[in-house]
């Protein structure tokens, strides 16, 4: 299970560094990434929308690309999010890749 969630933990963290702008340090045990998204913040989107705050990001992600991720505000981190990555690589790719389109 080690070496499934070390290779589940680098796909994450891959796709997440194909983001403009988004940072994340790489978790030293935790099932999630706690990734820096305020880059993504009071930008517009294909859509139109923009997003001022991680939890109005995390809605709309929710809203357009059908992924649930918790908004750094519930853990007191303001323009973080956490996405945990206890998933099939395949999920973890899909997710990432409907992350990826929605913020484009």
């Given at each position: 299970?080690?070496?499934?969630?070390?290779?589940?933990?680098?796909?994450?963290?891959?796709?997440?560094?194909?983001?403009?702008?988004?940072?994340?340090?790489?978790?030293?045990?935790?099932?999630?990434?706690?990734?820096?998204?305020?880059?993504?913040?009071?930008?517009?989107?294909?859509?139109?929308?923009?997003?001022?705050?991680?939890?109005?990001l995390a809605?709309?992600?929710?809203?357009?690309a059908?992924?649930?991720?918790?908004?750094?505000?519930?853990?007191?981190?303001?323009?973080?999010?956490?996405?945990?990555?206890?998933?099939?690589?395949?999920?973890?790719?899909?997710?990432?890749?409907?992350?990826?389109?929605?913020?484009?």
């Open positions: 299970m080690v070496q499934a969630f070390h290779s589940r933990r680098d796909l994450i963290l891959a796709a997440l560094a194909e983001l403009d702008g988004v940072t994340c340090d790489v978790p030293d045990g935790a099932f999630y990434v706690f990734p820096n998204v305020t880059a993504l913040l009071n930008r517009q989107f294909a859509n139109g929308t923009t997003c001022a705050t991680s939890l109005e809605d709309y992600l929710l809203e357009q059908q992924i649930g991720l918790v908004p750094g505000e519930a853990f007191g981190a303001p323009g973080y999010m956490r996405l945990a990555y206890a998933q099939s690589n395949a999920s973890i790719s899909e997710g990432m890749r409907r992350f990826a389109a929605a913020v484009a």
